[in-house]
């Protein structure tokens, strides 16, 4: 089992940034792709951003190219998503969420990930 637990999230005003933090431990945790989701109130949840076991593969949603980044640190098991230019429609809960394999043909599925983190709110102001 892989316990994941997400963490920076906050209220900001519009423009700002924020870095999300997600910490994954456990006795399956290994070679796991890696994903970020969201979710408004009253909406489905959203796939964001994902992230290959090697770092080397990414993928995002066409909403956050070019103001968000997907990183992660294996030496800490860690995933980041690092949001700049944010916007009030970016308010939601953020989910991490891992793969078994090292990466996914369908990585914005979120049917592709087995474990799932609590979620971190993020509200951005206008």
């Known amino acids: 089992q892989v316990q994941l637990q997400e963490s920076g999230g906050g209220l900001v005003q519009a423009g700002a940034s924020l870095r999300l933090s997600c910490a994954a431990s456990?006795?399956?945790?290994?070679?796991?792709?890696m994903a970020w989701f969201r979710q408004a109130p009253g909406k489905e949840r959203d796939f964001v951003a994902a992230i290959s076991w090697s770092g080397l593969r990414t993928y995002y949603a066409d909403f956050v190219k070019g103001r968000f980044t997907i990183s992660r640190d294996n030496a800490v098991n860690t995933v980041y998503l690092q949001m700049n230019s944010l916007k009030p429609e970016d308010t939601a809960v953020y989910y991490c969420a891992a793969n078994q394999a090292s990466w996914s043909s369908r990585p914005h599925l979120a049917s592709e990930y087995e474990n799932w983190g609590q979620g971190t709110q993020v509200t951005v102001s206008s």
């Open positions: 456990g006795r399956s945790f290994g070679v796991n792709a």
